[in-house]
């Protein structure tokens, strides 16, 4: 079993940055997908960034929306693991409640499996930008 705790979200103007941190209860060896979804009001979640857990190839995965904005990163420690999101020239859009999610397979590096597929999730960090 395998939780996940979301942090960072708030408030900023358009233009502005945040950084998003996902802490998992304990270490994620090699063979897991951390991804960071997003959601609006009415609307499916939204996979935005993906990357592998543990020591080999980590495969980081964008979406077009937010390549070159933002950025997924691991710190891996003893016995956690903490997956970060560093969003950059944030815009309106940007909006929603973000939330980590971990699958015990590995993604490809070219696209978000379905969250369906995916076995933990955190409860969410709400994220606004204004205009």
């Known amino acids: 079993q395998v939780q996940l705790v979301e942090s960072g979200g708030g408030s900023v103007q358009a233009g502005g940055s945040l950084r998003l941190s996902c802490a998992a209860s304990r270490y994620l060896y090699d063979g897991y997908c951390i991804t960071w979804f997003r959601q609006i009001p009415g609307k499916e979640r939204e996979g935005v960034a993906t990357?592998?857990?543990?020591?080999?190839?980590?495969?980081?995965?964008?979406v077009d929306s937010v390549k070159g904005r933002f950025t997924v990163s691991q710190d891996n420690a003893k016995n956690t693991v903490t997956v970060s999101l560093q969003m950059d020239s944030l815009k309106p859009e940007d909006s929603a409640m973000f939330f980590c999610?971990?699958?015990?397979?590995?993604?490809?590096?070219?696209?978000?499996?379905?969250?369906?597929?995916?076995?933990?999730w955190g409860q969410g960090t709400q994220v606004t930008v204004s205009s």
């Open positions: 999610a971990a699958r015990r397979r590995v993604c490809t590096g070219y696209s978000v499996p379905p969250a369906s597929e995916y076995n933990y």
């Open positions: 990357i592998n857990t543990g020591a080999g190839d980590h495969k980081i995965f964008y």
